[in-house]
């Protein structure tokens, strides 16, 4: 069983900053990519920003040039910086991940339980 756990969450004020961190609870064989989604009060979860194996990302235009999406591999943990946060970045933010837990495996996705980030004055 895989579990994800994100943090960084909280309340900031238009124009600051938050770093999102997500670890799983164990390492996988492989991993074909890690992402962040995000679901705000009566919208669709929506994609934020994908990392793949090969190392290209893709970013929701919305975040482009504002949120950075990263990977530590030391620390079995998926990044987000968000910088120039906005009140319509406000929403519960999740990661997820498709991987491999063992080589004989099926590829699978697994999702955190979501953090709250409000942009508001």
């Known amino acids: 069983q895989v579990q994800l756990v994100e943090s960084g969450g909280g309340l900031v004020q238009p124009g600051g900053s938050l770093r999102l961190s997500c670890a799983a609870s164990r390492k996988f064989w492989s991993i074909d990519g890690m992402g962040w989604y995000r679901q705000a009060p009566g919208k669709e979860r929506e994609l934020v920003a994908q990392l793949y194996s090969s190392g290209s990302t893709v970013y929701a235009d919305s975040v482009k040039g504002r949120f950075t999406i990263s990977r530590d591999n030391a620390k079995n943990t998926v990044d987000l910086q968000m910088n120039g946060l906005r009140a319509e970045d406000t929403a519960v933010y999740y990661c997820?991940?498709?991987?491999?837990?063992?080589?004989?495996?099926?590829?699978?996705?697994?999702w955190g339980q979501g953090t709250q980030v409000t942009v508001s004055s």
């Open positions: 997820k991940v498709t991987a491999k837990v063992t080589s004989y495996g099926f590829v699978s996705s697994y």
